[in-house]
Each structure stands twice: as C-alpha cells, then as structure tokens.
C-alpha cells in the first residue's frame, strides 16, 4: 500500500505504449467506493471482485496496478506466477506521510496497521517478483523510466 504503483504504472505503460489498468479503479467503477464495499459486502467479497479485475487485467498485454492485498487470493497469485511481476516497494518512514489522512479500509491504526500488513504480504509479494525497485525516494518520474527501460531490455 502507498507505493505508487499507479502513478509509476500509468507512466511505465505510457513508457512502452502498451494499455495501463489500475484494478482499484476498475473495482470502484463496477461496485462503488472500496471503503463502502469493505463496510457492506466484507473483506471476502472485495477479494474476489479484485481477482476477477485482476484476471481480466492480465488477460491483455498492458501494465497492471494491482492492490496491495491483491495477491493474499490464491487464484490472483495464480494468474500472477505466468506474468512479469514487479514489486515495488517502500520503507515505512516514507510510506507514513502518504497515508496520513487515508480512508484505506485496513490502515485503522494507521502506521501499525501498514508496518503489520506488510510483514504479513512481504513474503508473497517477494516470491512473485521478476523485479524489486523501491519507490521510498527517487522522484516517480525517474524510477517509472528506469521500470520501462528495464521492460524494454526483456523483450
């Protein structure tokens, strides 16, 4: 969470010239605001709406910002293990002035809550990576170009 991985997946997409699909946004554009979603339909049932964003994500060649807790579904990890996977990760002194203020449905102790979700995820993100770059303090712009070059060179 609090990454950046919309704002550098749209410019690495725009990069490549390939489609970018940011899966929250997809998710809130199908069943309303996440916190809402969270709040009336559970935990559970935003999981799966995300695997389903993700999967018709991934199906097309683009680049794909994915929720934090995507990847805690097992079928999301599935389809994840086929596709270039680049984990973006950020410290937690970075990441505390980015969430100030949220209304991210699991940050209900703020800091704690992230340093504990990310303890929990740490292990799963790593083992889908193709890639680790992390996003605590060079300027997106930079390291969203540094990702495309990086793209290009696999292809």
Request: hydrophobic share 45%; no cysteine.
């Amino acid at each position: 969470m609090a990454a950046g991985k919309s704002k550098i997946g749209r410019r690495v997409a725009r990069n490549l010239g390939v489609p970018f699909a940011d899966t929250d946004r997809s998710i809130v554009a199908q069943h309303g605001p996440i916190p809402q979603i969270f709040e009336r339909e559970g935990e559970a049932v935003f999981r799966e709406y995300e695997r389903e964003a993700v999967a018709r994500a991934v199906s097309r060649r683009s680049v794909v910002s994915l929720g934090g807790g995507a990847v805690m579904h097992p079928d999301t990890r599935a389809l994840l293990a086929r596709a270039t996977v680049v984990y973006l990760t950020v410290s937690s002194a970075a990441v505390r002035s980015r969430i100030a203020g949220s209304n991210r449905p699991l940050l209900t102790d703020g800091i704690e809550s992230w340093e504990r979700i990310f303890a929990e995820r740490a292990p799963v993100y790593e083992s889908l990576a193709t890639e680790t770059w992390d996003t605590s303090t060079l300027p997106i712009t930079r390291l969203a170009d540094d990702i495309a070059a990086w793209a290009k060179g696999r292809v």
